[in-house]
Each structure stands twice: as structure tokens, then as C-alpha cells.
């Protein structure tokens, strides 16, 4: 079982940037690849970045590519999610969420097997 709790989510002005945490509990929390999803008023849930349990292998959404990094750091049980040149069109609730078992590049949501509660991101303009 693992428990996911994200923070670090808040109001931003176009342009900046913005870290999210992702903190897991669960000893076996290196075995799983991690990902973040992100979901706006009206829309379904969509992808936006994952990394292997290793983190040697990283995997991400056109959308954000060149904008956001995703990390991990298996000794804290922490994943991260830096978001630079912030737009709008980010603005979204965040989600962490890890997954066990698939075919890499685990993009998809019913993908994953356990969920964060999310932490909201505003970016006006």
C-alpha cells in the first residue's frame, strides 16, 4: 500500500515557476514509477510527466516538454515535478500517482494504482 500527499501548489503569475512535492509513504516506494497528471474545471484527467523507479528514465507530455522536470529521490520517498515558464493554460489541479506494473512510458491514468488528493495550481495572465 502506499499513500501519496502532494503540497506545494498555489497562485503564480504567467512566466514563473512553481514546485511541486509529491511525498510517499510505503517501504517499497523505489519500485514504483511515479508520474504527474493534471486536471482543469471540465476536463478529463491528462498526463504530464513520468519517471522510472530508477529515475534514469524520464517520459512527458508535449505540452510541457522543455518546461517541466520531474525527479525523484527514492531516500526521501519523494517525487518532484519543477514547473518553469508557467502558462495559463497550466492551471489545474495536480495529482501524484505511482504504478507498479506496465508497459513503459505508463502515460495513461488507469495506469496507476495509487492516487494523491491533488494540490491546486493557478497561473494567471
Known amino acids: 500500500q502506499v499513500q501519496l500527499v502532494e503540497s506545494g501548489g498555489g497562485l503564480m503569475q504567467a512566466g514563473g515557476s512553481l514546485k511541486l512535492s509529491c511525498a510517499a509513504s510505503?517501504?517499497?516506494?523505489?519500485?514504483?514509477?511515479m508520474a504527474w497528471f493534471r486536471q482543469a474545471p471540465g476536463k478529463e484527467r491528462e498526463f504530464v510527466a513520468t519517471?522510472?523507479?530508477?529515475?534514469?528514465?524520464?517520459y512527458y507530455a508535449d505540452s510541457v516538454l522543455g518546461r517541466f522536470t520531474i525527479s525523484r529521490d527514492n531516500a526521501k520517498n519523494t517525487v518532484y515535478l519543477q514547473m518553469n515558464s508557467l502558462k495559463p493554460e497550466d492551471t489545474a489541479v495536480y495529482y501524484c500517482?505511482?504504478?507498479?506494473?506496465?508497459?513503459?512510458?505508463?502515460?495513461?491514468?488507469?495506469?496507476?494504482?495509487?492516487w494523491g488528493q491533488g494540490t491546486q495550481v493557478t497561473v494567471s495572465s
Open positions: 519517471i522510472r523507479w530508477s529515475g534514469g528514465s524520464t
Open positions: 500517482a505511482a504504478s507498479r506494473v506496465g508497459s513503459w512510458p505508463l502515460n495513461y491514468p488507469y495506469e496507476y494504482d495509487y
Open positions: 510505503g517501504r517499497t516506494f523505489s519500485s514504483y514509477a
